[in-house]
């Protein structure tokens, strides 16, 4: 298991995400988002704009998943 926080992969805050690969803590990120979406924090917004946006459009994301996938394959393990 790895950690990577919010603000980590782009968003506001500290919060930890944890999973046994880079998908898994992206998946997180992007409920994290999704929640914080619904509850009206609008801290989150311009990061779930962002991740919205590379739902849509995943091949010109691929750079930003491939920064997440390489920082996540440099953490230590928890």
């Given amino acids: 298991m790895k950690t990577m926080t919010c603000r980590q ?5 500290e919060l930890a995400h944890r999973g046994e690969t880079a998908d898994d803590v992206i998946a ?6 999704k929640d914080a979406e619904k509850a009206g924090d609008a801290t989150h917004q311009e990061a ?3 991740m919205k946006g590379r739902w849509r459009h995943p091949k010109k994301s691929l750079g930003w998943y491939n920064d997440m996938k390489r920082a996540f394959a440099g953490l230590p393990e928890d």
């Fill in 9 to 13: 992969l782009g968003g506001p805050c």
């Fill in 28 to 33: 997180a990120q992007d409920q994290h988002l």
């Fill in 48 to 50: 779930r704009d962002a």
